[in-house]
């Protein structure tokens, strides 16, 4: 009996590493939380995407479906209805900022090579970028990057995003001030992470200052932080939330609120190689 167990545990497990090698995103349930100076414990959602084995859109809410001052929440709902999303794996994350608008985005919006909103080099009083950061598939390569507005040129992106603040620049450098938690409030923050190897990372916080924030996912997985090699903060607050649909599910799995209407959002779907 005791070694029908044991083939049985074996077994068990051979199949989680076999389904684990195939699976085109995971959700990190050990780096996933990190503690402020202050002692608060921040507890976060991880999701990991294979961008070898998933694809990446960044689209405009009200062009995707058709529909106005959508949530995250509504988004996903109208999504499933549709048949290239109805019996296919995605996730939904919520985009940038809204303008004057709810469905009108801040800076720039590119999707599937269309330009749908231009970018804005708007400075604040220190003379800063505003919108400090742009998330850009490359046109040529297809390779994703995180840099700022001023690097930006036409032609340059097949998608592309321009949000703020930059938490982390290329090589693994924290872009927030010392003074940041004294400055700002605390939020509920979605993050669109680059790590090292090209995989992107989602991370969905609870509410916390941008300075903890960033130091933990510039730090190494070794180290207990999530290893981004650059890193860009979402729109956040009662907009943050992830969408997940499987193909299995006839249903929504939803991380986070995702209730204030959005401009935009990040679909991933698996590749069909």
């Not at 995103?25 to 921040?42: H, Q, R, Y």
């Not at 999707?111 to 998330?135: A, H, M």
């Not at 999530?226 to 956040?236: E, F, H, K, Q, R």
């Amino acid at each position: 009996m005791t070694m029908l167990k044991n083939a049985i545990c074996i077994s068990l497990v051979l199949l989680l590493t076999i389904t684990d090698a195939f699976a085109w995103w995971t959700e990190n349930n050990t780096n996933n939380s990190f503690k402020t100076d202050d002692g608060l414990i921040i507890k976060s959602r991880v999701l990991e995407i294979d961008m070898q084995k998933a694809n990446l859109r960044i689209v405009s809410v009200p062009f995707e479906t058709d529909a106005t001052e959508l949530s995250l929440r509504d988004f996903g709902n109208k999504l499933i209805k549709l048949p290239e999303y109805k019996t296919q794996e995605w996730i939904a994350v919520n985009g940038g900022f809204s303008s004057y608008s709810v469905d009108i985005p801040v800076g720039l919006l590119i999707s599937d090579g269309r330009v749908l909103s231009t970018e804005t080099l708007e400075k604040n009083n220190n003379d800063r970028y505003r919108w400090n950061g742009i998330l850009c598939q490359h046109e040529e390569s297809k390779q994703w990057e995180i840099f700022p507005p001023d690097q930006y040129h036409s032609n340059m992106c097949r998608q592309g995003i321009q949000a703020t603040p930059i938490l982390v620049s290329s090589g693994s450098k924290v872009e927030i001030t010392s003074d940041e938690p004294e400055r700002k409030p605390a939020y509920v923050r979605t993050v669109i992470c680059i790590t090292r190897d090209s995989k992107i990372k989602v991370i969905l916080t609870e509410k916390t200052h941008l300075l903890a924030l960033a130091i933990w996912l510039a730090k190494s997985e070794e180290s207990g932080g999530i290893g981004c090699d650059s890193a860009i903060n979402l729109s956040g607050y009662t907009s943050s939330g992830i969408a997940i649909k499987s193909s299995e599910q006839k249903y929504i799995q939803f991380m986070g609120e995702g209730l204030f209407p959005i401009p935009s959002a990040l679909i991933f779907k698996k590749a069909n190689n």
